[in-house]
């Protein structure tokens, strides 16, 4: 039976990435999102959505341009922080004592000891309510070799990313292998038969 | 050492998540996509990217309703195949055995086997590139009533929703509880000090 939970923005699993930008001193930011998901495949984009007040919006209205980095679950506590503190009052970078790396593809900051990130430059931004979202065209991913599988892959397990589950405000890491995309469903026929 | 793939939609975790539409003889169709999130915390809205040439992005373009249905680790092989057949080609429901309910707040249907469900009305498109990015304003979460802890929110271990790595083509369980968030950040100062 299901029960109603009203209107509200609840789904899952929703991400946790962390978005690096440069602010009008060129004091690099980092904020933990969990509003966002790739948007298009040609180009490759990704939108994030931001509340005008965050110190983020600002910087990537002025430059264009942000990154994403993923924590991998080891850095749990500093995904947290940097969604909960603001860039205005405290440089986050430096009290977690992680690396800002500037990219060489946009004007926005990375985090050196985050397995992925993706360098993005803005497209487009579109105002819905609470949150402005931004759609980034990804000009790169880079990612840390040695979290490649043998054949040049991403390694799920290995990278460890961080699962969010909103309004019940919950961390997992991800679990088991249940399957490969585009094959276990053809169990079930693609044609009328 | 960090390693280049170039620029391609590429990030984890991304959702499965199965989009119900009518068509326009009233068939109920179910896709799977993995572009997508949530864009908008007032009002509580919801994204989703469609290439025209799906079943799905017509029927939405006509109905300016979907809905969201999140499939648990049991239904992995259902999710696949929602995302490889087309409503065009077959009756995807009916293969399935998976049973679609009319929502009584939007114009599309949801599936009943499902845990959690999100009724959303259109409000805006985009054309991005190869994608449409719908933006929908969830009218209700609905779930069902054995899956919420005895605080009765959501329990994210009895859900147990899908988490996809695109490109590489992988399904996994969400796995192990990590900690709390907006809590465990508090171990670095939110002021400088």
Known sequence: MKKSLG????????????????????????MTI???????????????????????????????????SVPSEEYAIEADYFGMASGRDVDKFKETALTPIKSELVDAPFVEEFPIILECGVIHHHEI??????????????????????????????ISPLVFGPVIGRYHSIGNFVGKAFDIGKKYPLKEQ
């Open 34 to 68: 969990a509003w966002g998901g790739i948007c298009c495949s040609k180009p490759p984009c990704v939108t994030i959505s931001l509340r005008k007040a965050t110190y983020t919006y600002g910087n990537i209205m002025k430059r264009q341009a942000y990154t994403l």
């Open 129 to 158: 309510g609470s949150h402005t979202q931004f759609i980034g065209e990804i000009l790169d991913v880079k990612i840390e070799d040695d979290m490649l599988t043998k054949e040049g892959k991403a390694d799920m397990e290995k």
């Open 7 to 30: 209107s509200r923005p609840f789904i899952i699993p929703t991400p946790v990435w962390c978005v690096g930008s440069y602010d009008s001193n060129d004091k690099p930011n980092i």
